[in-house]
């Protein structure tokens, strides 16, 4: 029996750490979190957690080390998440012996602190490409909020933003009026450390309105679905929502021939030459909020050219190469076998090379992919015929001509009602 094909490890990255603030007590969930701290309010069918759902969104975009501050029913999350992984994403967690307010719970996380970090609230959900928001140009002392626009801000409090900068905050409202908010992201770097004073210390109201009148704090704009669960009608909402919206179409993407130029058993950095707009595309899907699978075949594992390591460092590579342009693939599937290979553990006819669907089957049960909406873009019939043995849609690219697929790709999706920015 032949081994199955694995997907290969979560690359470290250029900012690699998301530290998520789950310390509140809930308490306008009211008795809900008499017994269970507001992150783990159940939201799936199967009891996934809302914790966990955020968590994994943070994975699957390349942040490997992820910190959660809990506080309230701490040993209950510490518990559930202490030493899990989610991809590659392996969790760590500070539980606060009292309250320290936001900008002070980063204090209770100071030894686990790299240079630079994503802060995210662990009671809200926001559908954006953090890797983007990871890659904003920001000098030492600055900082990045996420800001999102919403027809009803005054719950939230508004966020008022020029240039690129957050320039000031307003307090919540009685009035609904529409308006831009802070979504509860933030980059930072270490020196956030340095304006806390005392504790409790609050970053939305003591350390950012200060960087916002510095000219320290940029914003990021994005559009995506938004919710948090600090009412009952809002965890609600999350429970009936929160799910479906996580299923959405990929872009699979064959590798040799399509994301680069195929050379020949390209298995090593050396040999890597991207082909031109490949990043720039993967960055569209991913701000379009579209899963970005890679799908390839890797027979010269199997004909001895190139490791199974050798594999993964490229795939590694490749995704730190996106990272510095805001771009990601949620997950690399490959397939080392083939029935000529000179490798014996590696010599087969595998159910997962193409022009079998498997890897895209599997892959569209594992990331919860639509794949009635889904492309498969590829240089081969191969490629084709796994797409439409698994119900995708497929783009051949012509020769090298990979501007000509990606148009049709976009084209096509947006019949779909997806809309990718770029330009035809």
């Given at each position: 029996?032949?081994?199955?094909?694995?997907?290969?490890?979560?690359?470290?990255?250029?900012?690699?750490?998301?530290?998520?603030?789950?310390?509140?007590?809930?308490?306008?969930?009211?008795?809900?979190?008499?017994?269970?701290?507001?992150?783990?309010?159940?939201?799936?069918?199967?009891?996934?957690?809302?914790?966990?759902?955020?968590?994994?969104?943070?994975?699957?975009?390349?942040?490997?080390?992820?910190?959660?501050?809990?506080?309230?029913?701490?040993?209950?999350?510490?518990?559930?998440?202490?030493?899990?992984?989610?991809?590659?994403?392996?969790?760590?967690?500070?539980?606060?012996?009292?309250?320290?307010?936001?900008?002070?719970?980063?204090?209770?996380?100071?030894?686990?602190?790299?240079?630079?970090?994503?802060?995210?609230?662990?009671?809200?959900?926001?559908?954006?490409?953090?890797?983007?928001?990871?890659?904003?140009?920001?000098?030492?002392?600055?900082?990045?909020?996420?800001?999102?626009?919403?027809?009803?801000?005054?719950?939230?409090g508004m966020v008022e933003?020029?240039?690129?900068f957050v320039r000031k905050?307003?307090?919540?409202?009685?009035?609904?009026?529409?308006?831009?908010?802070?979504?509860?992201?933030?980059?930072?770097?270490?020196?956030?450390?340095?304006?806390?004073?005392?504790?409790?210390?609050?970053?939305?109201?003591?350390?950012?309105?200060?960087?916002?009148?510095?000219?320290?704090?940029?914003?990021?704009?994005?559009?995506?679905?938004f919710i948090d669960i600090?009412?009952?009608?809002?965890?609600?909402?999350?429970?009936?929502?929160?799910?479906?919206?996580?299923?959405?179409?990929?872009?699979?993407?064959?590798?040799?021939?399509?994301?680069?130029?195929?050379?020949?058993?390209?298995?090593?950095?050396?040999?890597?030459?991207?082909?031109?707009?490949?990043?720039?595309?993967?960055?569209?899907?991913?701000?379009?909020?579209?899963?970005?699978?890679?799908?390839?075949?890797?027979?010269?594992?199997?004909?001895?050219?190139?490791?199974?390591?050798?594999?993964?460092?490229?795939?590694?590579?490749?995704?730190?190469?996106?990272?510095?342009?805001?771009?990601?693939?949620?997950?690399?599937?490959?397939?080392?076998?083939?029935?000529?290979?000179?490798?014996?553990?590696?010599?087969?006819?595998?159910?997962?090379?193409?022009?079998?669907?498997?890897?895209?089957?599997?892959?569209?049960?594992?990331?919860?992919?639509?794949?009635?909406?889904?492309?498969?873009?590829?240089?081969?019939?191969?490629?084709?015929?796994?797409?439409?043995?698994?119900?995708?849609?497929?783009?051949?690219?012509?020769?090298?001509?990979?501007?000509?697929?990606?148009?049709?790709?976009?084209?096509?999706?947006?019949?779909?009602?997806?809309?990718?920015?770029?330009?035809?």
């Amino acid at each position: 029996m032949t081994r199955p094909v694995v997907a290969a490890r979560r690359p470290a990255s250029p900012v690699d750490q998301a530290v998520i603030l789950a310390g509140g007590k809930g308490t306008r969930l009211g008795e809900l979190t008499n017994t269970k701290p507001k992150p783990l309010m159940p939201i799936t069918s199967d009891g996934a957690s809302f914790l966990e759902l955020a968590v994994a969104e943070y994975a699957r975009q390349g942040f490997a080390n992820i910190v959660i501050v809990a506080g309230y029913l701490g040993d209950q999350i510490a518990e559930l998440m202490e030493g899990r992984r989610f991809g590659a994403g392996r969790v760590r967690v500070v539980i606060e012996t009292e309250a320290l307010g936001t900008a002070g719970a980063l204090l209770a996380a100071e030894p686990l602190l790299q240079e630079r970090f994503i802060v995210a609230n662990g009671d809200s959900f926001i559908d954006a490409n953090f890797r983007a928001m990871a890659a904003t140009p920001v000098a030492p002392g600055q900082g990045a909020m996420l800001v999102r626009r919403v027809d009803n801000a005054a719950r939230y409090g508004m966020v008022e933003i020029e240039g690129g900068f957050v320039r000031k905050f307003s307090e919540k409202s009685a009035q609904a009026v529409p308006g831009v908010i802070n979504a509860g992201v933030y980059l930072l770097d270490r020196t956030i450390l340095d304006a806390v004073t005392a504790t409790p210390f609050s970053l939305e109201t003591q350390v950012f309105p200060k960087m916002a009148a510095d000219d320290r704090l940029r914003c990021v704009e994005t559009d995506g679905y938004f919710i948090d669960i600090g009412l009952p009608d809002f965890l609600n909402e999350a429970r009936s929502t929160l799910h479906n919206h996580l299923r959405r179409p990929a872009v699979f993407f064959d590798r040799d021939g399509v994301l680069n130029r195929d050379t020949g058993y390209v298995g090593r950095r050396e040999q890597f030459e991207w082909m031109p707009g490949a990043i720039d595309f993967i960055r569209a899907v991913n701000d379009a909020k579209l899963r970005v699978v890679v799908i390839t075949n890797q027979a010269g594992v199997a004909r001895g050219k190139y490791s199974i390591d050798d594999v993964h460092a490229l795939h590694d590579w490749m995704a730190r190469s996106l990272a510095e342009k805001g771009a990601f693939v949620d997950r690399f599937y490959y397939c080392p076998y083939h029935v000529e290979g000179s490798i014996a553990a590696y010599r087969a006819e595998h159910p997962e090379r193409k022009p079998k669907p498997g890897m895209l089957l599997r892959a569209g049960h594992e990331l919860d992919i639509d794949l009635a909406r889904s492309v498969m873009i590829g240089d081969k019939q191969l490629d084709m015929d796994a797409a439409h043995a698994a119900g995708v849609h497929g783009v051949r690219v012509e020769g090298e001509d990979v501007g000509r697929a990606f148009a049709s790709a976009r084209d096509w999706l947006g019949t779909r009602s997806v809309r990718l920015g770029l330009n035809g």
